[in-house]
């Protein structure tokens, strides 16, 4: 049967709201893009599913033409609802987020035009986008830790005398770590994607796609465990000069892999229907979308977008630099104080502003306090960011983190050591735009909702004391610090110039 535009409409209309949600909520696109390309990343199949994606939709298209066409109301309103909270994700900077509303956004608006029977026809090819997400990393703790926890338990029983001290697995010769690439967290996304693949291929029941995926991702966590296992052995057997760990282990990794998928794949495979997709196409049974129909989900999907980008980018450019003002010591607290030239650097992603200063209280004892400013935040440029360090790159590791209320202001405590094994107590807060923040996610959300009308500023202060006796004298003077000057730390950061004393910039 020779396709024609007519036949077709439901399909062309369809693709042409995904092809719109692509392009408009470019942001998602791009950085799922950087996602795939970068080798560091463990998202290079998504260069594989995205066309397997679009595939699948073009593969549906004579079910589309069938569909009668219900636009619904309620879609408009959730897709404008999406729209915005995508918005706050991307002005917030939470990248995992805005990437994860991309697929939603498509599907809102094929139902918002075409009806609910069209959008469940559409769901599998947009929703198999998310095979290939940033998201994924979210498995990788609990899988490395799985992983880790395998040899553990398995070493013993091919023969290697393993110990175990967190990832690093230690055997007699040397050390093997059990990384986050070695989590098998891409073996899983991609085991899943192709039994998921499979499952609609065959258009097999829930209870046979549920027992595929289930199958297929234990096949991909056990297959990992041997990797790592096979690893291990050949480390303890050759005193570490194995290839498998010097350099070739994630070669290896994956040529076992594909083996146990393309078994799985030639085990789970069942006769295919033969008869031809366009043999189910009833000519009697076409309905087309109405164009205004079209033109309202078009408005519901790109007006938001459009407007922020036109309007809030403007006010973040013309945004003015944010401005320090020492405060002066109150009470018990004199300063601003010198240091000498252990001064507090903290390490913190894109352009921004950065001040320190210092107060000496009763007894000598000093609080130091930084403020880390932003005049608007972006992608690659935020408060909260994971190659952000407040001790400064070099620094070890946080001991151990609590929160602690003064005053009901709520803190963020941290208890580190600095490069001459000295302890130290730290409290740190996110200022969005006048309001505190403890939580990293809400104080990124907030500047999300609130940069939808012009960038807030966005500042997080810190103040640290050395724990001299115990950490519980040094709560006690970041207390009386804080009780003293915490109104005039918190207004030393302004978007308005000022005279203030000179500071020496980190």
Known sequence: MQESAATLRNALLSAGLIALAVLTYWPSTTALWEFWANPNTAGAHGFLVAPLSAWLLFRVRYRLATVQVRPSRLACGLLLV??????????????????????????????????????????????????????????????????????????????VPAHIQGNLVFVPGGEIEVAPGCSGQAFLAVGLAVAALLGELESASLRRR??????????????????????????????????????????????????????FVWLSARQKATAARAANFQSGAMFGARMPTYIVSVIALVAMPLIVYTIVTRLDVSAKPLAFHAPVGRGEWRGPVSTGSGAWQPEFVGPHSQWYVAYQGPAGHNVEMVAIGYSSQAQGRELVNEENSLFGANAPAAAAEAKVTLDGVSYNELVAADDRGHRLLAWSVYDIGGREFATPLLSQLWYGVRSLSGAPYSVQFAFRTACDVSC?????????FLQAMRADCFASVSRAPRSSPTLRPL
Do not use: K
């Open 472 to 480: 519980d004298s040094a709560r006690a003077t970041l207390s009386s």
């Open 82 to 159: 999406c729209s915005i909270g995508w918005l706050i994700f991307w002005r917030a900077g939470i990248q995992e987020l805005h990437i994860l509303l991309l697929p939603v956004l498509m599907g809102l608006s094929v139902f918002a035009a075409l009806g609910w029977e069209a959008a469940l026809i559409v769901a599998f090819p947009i929703g198999y986008l998310y095979f290939a997400v940033p998201a994924w990393g979210l498995f990788v703790g609990p899988l490395q830790a799985l992983t880790v926890e395998a040899v553990r338990v398995l070493a013993p029983l091919i023969g």
């Open 210 to 263: 549920i027992l595929l995926l289930g199958a297929m991702g234990s096949l991909a966590v056990i297959s990992n465990w041997i990797r790592v296992l096979t690893i291990v052995e050949a480390g303890y057997s050759t005193h570490m000069r194995h290839v498998l760990v010097t350099r070739g282990h994630f070669t290896f990794g994956w040529v076992l892999f594909s083996t146990v998928m393309v078994a």
